[in-house]
């Protein structure tokens, strides 16, 4: 009898992501990673409410976007993207796109830019307005 050996990879644990559901940019990138995550790689919590093992204190996750495994392995900002990019198929030529070099620190910068214009980016896609928290 000849066994088959598969080509495919085992499907990646879950990936739970914060988001701060305050933030209409914020809630906007949630609602594009739940369709293109067809696979249901990644578990989407919004941060009011959100208790983890190990998670960091609110004002700390309000800052960026943060990403934990189901191992307890904890990631933020353009590092959270990039193991996001990772899980999900449609977005994994991005982490490829990542690995080449002086792609960090571009994909560093874009997501500072970004994450420091969240609120005036929600105003200019007509999406509610962040809430601040300080």
């Known amino acids: 009898m000849v066994s088959s050996i598969s080509n495919r990879r085992a499907p990646l644990p879950t990936l739970t992501v914060l988001y701060d559901g305050d933030c209409g940019f914020c809630s906007w990138c949630a609602s594009i990673l739940a369709r293109l995550d067809r696979r249901r790689r990644l578990r989407l919590v919004a941060l009011a ?37 990772r899980r999900v198929p449609a977005l994994r030529p991005l982490s490829s796109v990542a690995q ?27 999406l509610t307005a962040c809430i601040r928290r300080r």
């Open 49 to 85: 409410g959100a208790t983890l093992p190990d998670q960091p204190p609110l004002d700390q996750l309000v800052e960026s976007i943060h990403a934990v495994d189901a191992e307890g392995r904890w990631w933020a900002g353009t590092d959270a993207w990039l193991e996001i990019f």
């Open 100 to 126: 080449l070099p002086l792609a960090r620190p571009l994909f560093d910068l874009v997501y500072r830019l970004v994450a420091r214009n969240r609120r005036p980016l929600s105003r200019l896609l007509g």
